[in-house]
């Protein structure tokens, strides 16, 4: 009778800890600063968008990037996970390791608001739009410390689902910023009529922003 040797199970590879993978980003990052900036300083940020993308994907792939006008510093890059909770410990990581703040960037974690919505206009298709003329019915749930809204815009009507969706999501994420639209924003729907009651985007701030205060 012969004896074969027992064949051993397959050990999975073990994934790289979140905190390996966001040091591996801030290397590659200072390695791609210099073309980084001076693709910017020539207005052509798209020279460096390959590298970006693969260095954002290494660190997670259903992570998302952009480079934003700075509130403190020049310029902003932000990496989201979009609240997805199965990603936020990378998110966490990249943010932990990153280098502190500066006069040319600043580093988020997920999308900030803008100083001021009321101001921004986005453009969708053929359309521009300004989100000073969003308005938004606001339903407060005190006891869980949430917030049910339905968004309107004018242009609503005119809008394809896809442009339509975004018009309803953009104007809460500049208002609120992404993480704190995400924790305080239970149900979202889109008003394609004007309904009655409605608040704007600085309203919609300052309520959600006394709601977290009462419950943190």
Not at 16 to 42: H, K, M, S, V, Y
Not at 56 to 61: F, R, S
Not at 160 to 169: I, L, W
Request: proline letters at 10%; a negative charge.
């Amino acid at each position: 009778m012969r004896w074969l040797p027992r064949r051993r199970p397959k050990e999975e590879p073990s994934e790289p800890d979140p905190r390996t993978l966001a040091e591996r980003f801030w290397c590659g990052w200072q390695e791609i600063l210099p073309e980084l900036a001076a693709a910017l300083g020539d207005r052509e940020p798209n020279r460096v968008e390959d590298q970006l993308c693969r260095l954002v994907a290494e660190l997670h792939p259903r992570l998302h990037f952009s480079i934003e006008r700075g509130q403190r510093s020049i310029y902003a890059f932000v990496v989201s996970g979009q609240e997805d909770p199965e990603v936020r410990p990378y998110t966490d990581a990249w943010k932990a390791a990153a280098p502190p703040d500066g006069a040319i960037w600043e580093f988020h974690d997920s999308v900030p608001p803008v100083p001021d919505p009321t101001l921004v206009t986005v453009n969708l298709g053929a359309h521009r739009i300004a989100l000073a003329d969003v308005r938004v019915v606001a339903q407060v749930d005190e006891e869980a410390g949430v917030v049910d809204v339905a968004v309107h815009h004018p242009t609503m009507t005119e809008l394809a689902p896809a442009a339509r969706s975004a018009m309803t999501f953009l104007p809460l994420d500049a208002t609120l910023g992404e993480r704190l639209a995400g924790e305080r924003l239970r149900r979202v729907e889109t008003a394609v009529a004007e309904p009655t009651g409605t608040i704007g985007l600085l309203e919609l701030r300052d309520l959600v922003h006394k709601l977290a205060s009462l419950h943190p």
